[in-house]
Nanobody
Framework: VQLVESGGGLVQPGGSLRLSCAASGFTFRLYDMRWYRQAPGKERELVAI???????DYADSVKGRFTISRDNAKNTMYLRMNSLKPEDTAVYYCYGFVAWGRGTQVTVSS
């Protein structure tokens, strides 16, 4: 089982990024998938979840700015992040089945 995140980087406040999480080793379409993030000195927090049937939910702090999606044909999950704020700076992790990815750094700074 492997999850690999990509798409992080440095972006100015108000900017956008799209994160990807490529999954392998399990039947991706059958499982709920999640994005988490962890900022320096803080606990890891749930950002968004997409169920196997496509239902979605978000942390209050990102509602209306972030969109989670999945492409079961590509075994990939996405997180579109718009209107980014400095407080969105964190390492973003994907989680699914029983596995965590290694994370991708998102830094929002001018």
């Amino acid at each position: 089982v492997q999850l690999v995140e990509s798409g992080g980087g440095l972006v100015q406040p108000g900017g956008s990024l799209r994160l990807s999480c490529a999954a392998s080793g399990f039947t991706f379409r059958l499982y709920d998938m999640r994005w988490y993030r962890q900022a320096p000195g803080k606990e890891r927090e749930l950002v968004a979840i997409i169920t196997s049937s496509g239902d979605r939910d978000y942390a209050d702090s990102v509602k209306g700015r972030f969109t989670i999606s999945r492409d079961n044909a590509k075994n990939t999950m996405y997180l579109r992040m718009n209107s980014l704020k400095p407080e969105d700076t964190a390492v973003y992790y994907c989680y699914g089945f029983v596995a965590w990815g290694r994370g991708t750094q998102v830094t929002v700074s001018s």
